[in-house]
């Protein structure tokens, strides 16, 4: 009997992964939760790295991360900065990874802060990862995570929409208008205008920035019946407003004022531009939440969803922009339990574990109080 349930779950997973991608995974049940790990064993969960020995100025692209165009097997998403980290090895160029690789891989290339690195990559997994296999995809949905864990969990991959991926973005359409991943030239035309009008000498400065965020904000307004515009989209798309001011500018200069020729490689070309030096050393929340909220400062806004073209409704039960602590609860306490929302056994501890990860990341710089969705181990 045993073997019997062992081959029919052997012929679920080989279903699963031989499934096209977006209707493929078949969510397990606890039991064959159960007995899939007594046959593989649960995947290691490694603690997050350590901050980088060596945090100063050096050349990324480099000799021993050569770009390589992605394959036609190879995944990538929604993320300019994971796209190119992977295109040039310091990811898996396969496009599936470990969150411990994500923080790795952003720490060594582009000079994110242990802090910083870790929140945004733990965020994510959450929502987006598997974490009985502990992989997630930087892109679209793939058997290549392996089985999931039971529905509503999604594993979607940083593409999933209305998770960390979401409207106004401002190199992709929202997902209302077509694939929300994929680079699209013609808001890339109107990074470009952006930039000629308000940064200086044409770059993508903090100024452009500001003004870029806003307008992607009004135009959803005014043309996304679906538009949501809340926690925990509102800080995503905040942030990575200002990221390219500083990350995907060069080290050696450092001016936060990004030439179009390097978003183009970035965003577009998904490569680090010919003799690109990382940032001189590790950028932390310190640096970047003042500039979050200069943005912020420049065109207030009030979280809130479209309920029909032009008919922003405001969402006042959702922590706004400055509540920092408050969207960390409200990921924790809410969008992560609406897709485990009685988690068992290893999938419990696997999730509590990187949510110990997640809050790790968040306290050294931000008072908030810890949380536990699933109970205390
Ligand atoms: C460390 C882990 C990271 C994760 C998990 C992550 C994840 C994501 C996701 C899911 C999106 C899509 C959001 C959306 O627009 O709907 C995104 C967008 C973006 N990310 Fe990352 N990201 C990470 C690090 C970085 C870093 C280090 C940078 C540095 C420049 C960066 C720059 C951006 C930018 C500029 C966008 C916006 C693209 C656009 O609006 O067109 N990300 N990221």
């Known amino acids: 009997m045993a073997k019997f349930s062992a081959l029919i779950l052997i012929a679920v997973i080989r279903l699963a992964v031989a499934l096209p991608s977006y209707e493929s995974l078949v969510g397990l049940n606890e039991r064959e939760i159960n007995e899939y790990i007594a046959r593989h ?20 692209n480099n000799p021993s991360h050569p770009f390589i165009p992605a394959g036609p097997t190879d995944i990538r998403g929604p993320c300019p900065a994971l796209n190119t980290l992977a295109s040039h090895g310091y990811l898996p160029r396969s496009g599936v990874a470990r969150p411990d690789q994500i923080v790795t891989a952003v720490m060594e290339g582009l000079n994110l802060g242990n802090d ?147 978003a183009r490689h970035f965003f577009d070309f998904q490569m680090m531009p010919a003799d690109f030096h990382r940032q001189p050393a590790p950028v932390n929340f310190t640096m970047v939440d003042p500039l979050t909220k200069a943005i912020f400062n420049k065109h207030p806004f009030s979280p809130g969803v479209n309920h029909g073209k032009n008919n922003f409704v405001l969402q006042p039960q959702t922590p706004p922009l400055a509540d920092f602590c408050g969207i960390y609860e409200d990921i924790v306490l809410r969008v992560i339990p609406g897709q485990y929302p009685r988690p068992h056994g290893v999938l419990r501890k696997a999730l509590n574990k990187n949510l110990g990860f997640l809050f790790g990341a968040v306290h050294a710089e931000h008072n908030c109080t810890q949380v536990f969705p699933f109970g205390r181990d």
């Open 41 to 60: 064993g649960v995947a290691e969960i490694p603690n997050p790295p350590l901050p980088l020995a060596d945090g100063s100025i050096k050349l990324v």
């Open 116 to 262: 910083f690195a870790k929140f945004l990559a733990y965020q994510a997994f959450l929502m987006n990862g598997n974490p009985l296999t502990n992989l997630m995809s930087i892109g679209m949905k793939t058997p290549g995570t392996g089985p999931d864990p039971p529905k509503p969990a999604l594993v979607g991959g940083l593409s999933q929409h209305g998770t960390f991926e979401g409207d106004t973005s401002m190199t992709r359409v929202d997902a209302f208008f077509g694939d929300q991943a994929v680079f699209n030239e013609d808001l890339f035309q109107k990074f470009i205008a952006t930039s000629a009008k308000f940064g200086f000498n044409g770059t993508y400065d903090i100024n452009a920035a500001a003004e870029l965020r806003n307008d992607r904000l009004q135009d959803s307004i005014k043309t996304n019946p679906q538009l949501v515009f809340t926690s925990p989209r509102i800080i995503s798309a905040y942030s990575e407003a200002v990221f390219p001011t500083i990350f995907f500018v060069d080290g050696r200069l450092n001016n936060r004022q990004l030439t179009i020729d390097a």
